[in-house]
């Protein structure tokens, strides 16, 4: 059974930084794309960055781009989302989804098509 479990979600100041987890299960995250995504309040959910499946090519929205570093750890089976600078537009719940594909991961962050979602993990930028 495939399951996205995330963490590490909560409050910081603006400035700060938050390191997301994504534990995955039933599958190995090396042979998916997996993408962070986010909602925030009264906002449609946007794809904040992405990974493709067997490599190592990126994709980062503009309003995260060299604040936001995505990674994977394979032994772990776990996807990261580092995250630096926050701001207070970068509040809300962000959600870690994977799709079994040979799309790009601009195409994933984009235009959706993820197959597996969590559940999703709260940050909150405030001072």
């Known amino acids: 059974q495939v399951q996205l479990v995330e963490s590490g979600g909560g409050l910081v100041q603006p400035g700060g930084s938050l390191r997301l987890s994504c534990q995955a299960s039933?599958?190995?995250?090396?042979?998916?794309?997996i993408g962070w995504f986010r909602q925030a309040p009264g906002k449609e959910r946007e794809g904040v960055s992405c990974?493709?499946?067997?490599?190592?090519?990126?994709y980062y929205s503009d309003s995260v781009k060299g604040r936001f570093t995505i990674s994977r750890d394979n032994a772990k089976n776990t996807v990261y989302l580092q995250m630096h600078n926050l701001k207070p537009e970068d509040t809300g719940v962000y959600f870690c989804?994977?799709?079994?594909?040979?799309?790009?991961?601009?195409?994933?962050?984009?235009?959706?098509?993820?197959?597996?979602w969590g559940k999703g993990t709260p940050v909150t930028v405030s001072s």
């Open positions: 989804a994977a799709h079994e594909g040979l799309g790009s991961a601009s195409y994933y962050c984009n235009y959706g098509g993820m197959s597996y």
């Open positions: 990974i493709e499946g067997g490599n190592t090519n990126t």
């Open positions: 039933g599958f190995t995250v090396d042979y998916y794309a």
